[in-house]
């Protein structure tokens, strides 16, 4: 649309084509208010029956809620409209009118399941605070590309139908490709592994993984996005630090350029960009810690995996992002590396918001003869990933690297309840379309 100006850069005095959703139609008798509302906010439409043109009024005041109109008109002053300016039309065209009965109310004053929500998210993202989501990831995503620019890494994208899966056999979907079995990936983890011994060194992945979760959970999704990490030299401390600049930049990005956005989810004041190290317990110490909550039946032993009641209690003991390390070997991924003093203790780590798990990284095992024997020792048949493995023979650096839940760090910063209000189209077990 040629010369159109969003309702916000509308000036008391120009003339303009504002276009946009009839949010609201307010007829006082005499006198009657159109509210048009666009990307960028709403404006004000006044129509003085007795002064303007009949047609022009019966249109304007005619239009279902939520039809799609513009309206061309001069720009005055009006200290008692929201935006202290209105727009008095010459002009409008229905450019596309929306029934009256719609599924959904954009004006918030109805609620809606989020059933119903993620069903026509179309009309839900009408909404100030659910479109705020979507910007706010958006600026998430933005920020975390940064960051990883900032430290020297290529983005890449790595295949998502695979013959053979990472973590066990059990999360993952089949697919037929051209009659043969294949998967949809749950983790580009092997791909960028082989990208390490390659001449980029250090490389970022923003990508979907797809999981056959059995269970139904808020914070579980069967298509979600990972940011990934992976860097040739780093062991996993230095990946650590990595995670915390790359989650570090997200908030600030947010906190940076997103204001509107988190006045619009009221939150703006409670919004805080994490500050200092985040701190770094042992995994001995976080079950030490869980059990004196109190607030498990049973007292967590080494080698159990922390449940989700046993997370949420370190988590409010804490109260801030923190990593747990050396975690048994035997509950770790066969790629993550060893201590070379303790073949009990792994490398591998977990940042946590205190709400769940945010990342899962680690060393990797770069040795051909130990990486094999992992496979093994997981019930994998190392030939099915020799073209990994035999990567590992031609030159495979020292390397670590992370793995963190896009919708998770939405989900966690903005407080949301459950993680498919930070999805477009989330999949889960009942949802497969839209
Ligand atoms: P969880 O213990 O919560 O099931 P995980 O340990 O199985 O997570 P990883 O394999 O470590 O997950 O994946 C790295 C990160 O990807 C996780 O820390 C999490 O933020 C995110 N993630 C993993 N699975 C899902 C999922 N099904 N939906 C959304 N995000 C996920
Ligand atoms: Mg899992
Ligand atoms: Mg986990
Ligand atoms: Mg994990």
């Not at 940011?227 to 906190?255: N, R």
């Not at 990486?371 to 990994?388: A, I, K, M, N, R």
Request: aromatic share 8%; hydrophobic share 35%.
């Amino acid at each position: 649309m040629q010369n159109r100006t969003y309702t916000a850069d509308a000036e008391p005095g120009d003339a303009v084509t504002v276009a946009g959703w009839v949010h609201e139609v307010r007829d006082l008798g005499g006198i009657a208010f159109l509210i048009l509302r666009d990307k960028s906010g709403k404006i004000q439409v006044k129509f003085e029956k007795d002064e303007m043109d009949e047609e022009l009024v019966e249109t304007g005041l005619g239009v279902h809620r939520e039809s799609v109109i513009s309206v061309t008109g001069e720009v005055k002053e009006e200290p008692r409209a929201p935006t202290d300016v209105e727009v008095v039309p010459e002009s409008i065209d229905v450019l596309a009118e929306a029934d009256t009965e719609l599924p959904l109310d954009p004006s918030g004053k109805v609620d809606a399941e989020l059933s119903t929500r993620l069903d026509n998210r179309t009309l839900d993202l009408r909404k100030e605070e659910v479109k705020a989501v979507f910007e706010i990831r958006a600026e998430i995503l933005r920020s975390v590309r940064n960051a990883f620019r900032e430290l020297g890494c290529t983005e890449i994208n790595t295949p998502k139908i695979v013959a053979t899966g990472t973590e066990g056999g059990t999360e993952l979907f089949p697919i037929t490709y051209f009659g043969e079995e294949a998967f949809m990936n749950q983790s580009p983890q092997l791909f960028k592994q082989l990208m390490i011994g390659s001449g980029l060194e250090r490389v970022f992945e923003v990508g979907p993984i797809f999981r056959a979760e059995e269970h139904n959970t808020p914070r579980h999704l069967n298509e979600a996005t990972s940011i990934d990490f992976e860097s040739a030299f780093f062991d996993h401390t230095e990946a650590m630090d990595a995670c915390e600049y790359v989650v570090k930049a997200a908030y600030e990005g947010v906190a940076e350029n997103c204001q509107q956005r988190l006045e619009a989810l009221g939150i703006a004041d409670d919004f805080e960009v994490p500050e200092g190290e985040f701190p770094r317990l042992t995994y001995e110490e976080a079950i030490e810690r869980i059990n004196a909550t109190g607030e498990l039946d049973e007292q967590l032993v080494w080698g159990d995996d922390l449940p989700t009641e046993g997370e949420r209690a370190l988590g409010e003991d804490v109260g801030e992002h923190y990593f747990i390390t050396d975690w048994p070997s035997e509950i770790k991924p066969f790629y993550i590396k060893d201590h070379d003093d303790d073949e009990q203790l792994s490398t591998g780590f977990d940042m946590m918001h205190p709400r769940m798990e945010l990342v899962s990284g680690g060393q990797r095992e770069h040795r051909y003869e130990h990486l094999v024997e992992g496979f093994e020792q997981q019930g994998l048949d190392p030939e099915s990933f020799d073209y990994y493995t035999k990567m590992f023979k031609y030159g495979m650096p020292p390397h670590a690297g992370w793995g963190l839940g896009g919708e998770r760090l939405v989900m966690t910063m903005l407080g949301l309840d459950n993680i498919r209000e930070a999805v477009l189209f989330p999949r889960d077990r009942q949802r497969l379309s839209p």
